[in-house]
């Protein structure tokens, strides 16, 4: 139910978006009453996410990027993406 | 022990509301309007909020909706770089009123819920015609795509309409859904005759939960709050004493939460004598229970004590009548038998009245 569709287009809902955390440092993704520190890795990835790209240009677009196997990028995106949706702090265009 | 700089703030605008829930988190002593903050010192306190590192600020009350001044207090919120969320019955909000919160930057609405039809909503409410208002404006939030979360709080008079209260979160478009279960302080400790569920419904509510989640799983997220004097062991409230929250009253008295005034010794500062930075850091009230150092045993030398940080302060001044005890919802506390008993006293006590929260007439 959670699993993102190679094809699927992620997207931040309305109410979800990424800040500069002035005081901290790095990046937060802002939510419904939660903050979530973002690390490097969900930083790249919600790089990527813009409504536009599907799932699977993502993973070939970080694979290239950081020169890594597709497939282990692709379960890295995978988890990281299931871990939002599931919060609806990212939602898919099918 | 270093000091973090908090994550979200709680603004209590006002205390006036036209709800009187009997469970409400105000203090007993309501203030009036004469006491409230100006629009120009919430401003500066949003802005010296957002400079401290606060991300996210609640705009609540009382109800928020009863200051004229909420959208240009929205405005000022999002422009000083906070996410900017309305804590809100609804009642007070129009159509016209959400156009312009909107274009103020508002970013999300939590709506609370006493009930699933008006019959029990605008009993608990102590309002009537609140609920046909509520669904409304919740409607209008729906409508423009709000992000919404629907705050049901629960207790022994709803609890049993918890599965058509989940429905109807899903039914408004919810993306969350808090089931809140009173916590017992203030209001709702005079009202625990009334409120405190039974242990089967706090059983069966676990249940529900846990089946609803798992089926809503990508569609409504759920925070629940389980009642708990059924618990084995206290909740980690507030995360730790002012470890990551901070709450100022419709007056300026800046709080480690929002119960906090119901500790007798501890005195609060006001953001009109004193900076929120120097409040949060140096201030006497919120440097009483933070970290673990003040902690008695059984905490002290308990395995959880950076898992609860020894409960609720307020739990414990209310039921051991001492701040610094051991939360004794906790089954290690030697005060447990107090909670025990209190269940036992709140379940057989025949009434059916509540006790509304006013304003009091001399105040």
């Known amino acids: ?94 | 022990m270093s000091v973090r700089p908090p994550i979200a703030m709680l603004a209590e605008l006002t205390h006036r509301c036209p709800l009187a829930c009997p469970y409400c988190s105000n203090p007993l002593e309501l203030l009036g309007k004469d006491k409230e903050l100006d629009t120009r010192t919430w401003v500066r306190v949003f802005n010296e909020a957002a400079e401290m590192g606060v991300l996210q600020l609640a705009l609540s009350g009382g109800e928020p909706a009863s200051r004229p001044d909420l959208v240009d207090l929205t405005a000022a919120a999002h422009q000083a770089g906070l996410y900017t969320n309305l804590i809100t019955s609804g009642i007070g909000l129009t159509p016209k009123r959400l156009d312009a919160l909107e274009q103020a930057g508002l970013d999300h609405v939590q709506l609370s819920l006493q009930g699933v039809n008006a019959g029990i909503a605008d009993w608990v409410g102590g309002y009537k015609g609140g609920f046909d208002r509520k669904m409304m404006i919740a409607e209008e939030l729906k409508r423009r795509g709000i992000p919404l979360t629907l705050n049901a709080v629960m207790h022994r008079q709803n609890l049993d309409d918890l599965e058509e209260t989940i429905e109807m979160a899903v039914d408004l478009g919810a993306r969350r859904l808090e089931v809140a279960c009173v916590q017992f302080h203030g209001w709702a400790q005079k009202n625990r005759h009334m409120l405190l569920p039974t242990r089967e419904q706090t059983e069966a509510a676990k249940q529900i939960v846990a089946e609803a989640e798992a089926r809503l799983r990508g569609v409504m997220a759920f925070d629940f709050v389980p009642p708990d004097y059924y618990a084995e062991y206290p909740k980690a409230c507030m995360g730790g004493w002012a470890s990551a929250g901070i709450n100022i009253s419709p007056d300026g008295k800046v709080l480690p939460c929002h119960a906090a005034e119901t500790i007798p010794h501890l005195e609060f500062d006001s953001v009109r004598d004193k900076s929120l930075k120097e409040i949060w850091f140096d201030g006497a009230a919120f440097n009483a229970y933070r970290g673990t150092d003040w902690m008695p045993d059984p905490c002290q030398s308990c395995d959880r004590k950076e898992i609860d940080f020894g409960g609720c302060r307020c739990q414990a001044m209310a039921i051991a009548g001492d701040a610094s005890a051991t939360d004794p919802v906790c089954s290690r506390s030697p005060m447990h038998g107090r909670v025990t008993d209190l269940l036992a006293d709140a379940l057989s006590e025949t009434s059916n009245e509540f006790v509304y929260r006013r304003l009091s007439r001399s105040a």
Do not use: C
């Open chain 1, 1 to 94: 139910m959670l699993e993102i569709g190679h094809s699927d287009r992620p997207y931040l809902p309305r109410g979800v978006r990424i800040v500069e955390d002035r005081v901290r440092g790095g990046r937060i993704l802002l939510a419904p009453e939660k903050a979530v520190a973002l690390d490097a890795i969900g930083e790249a990835i919600l790089d990527r996410v813009n409504g536009e790209a599907t799932f699977g240009a993502i993973v070939k677009d970080l694979a290239d990027t950081y020169e890594a196997p597709q497939g282990q990028i692709a379960a890295d995106v995978q988890r990281f993406m299931m871990g939002l949706r599931s919060r609806i702090f990212l939602r898919v265009k099918t």
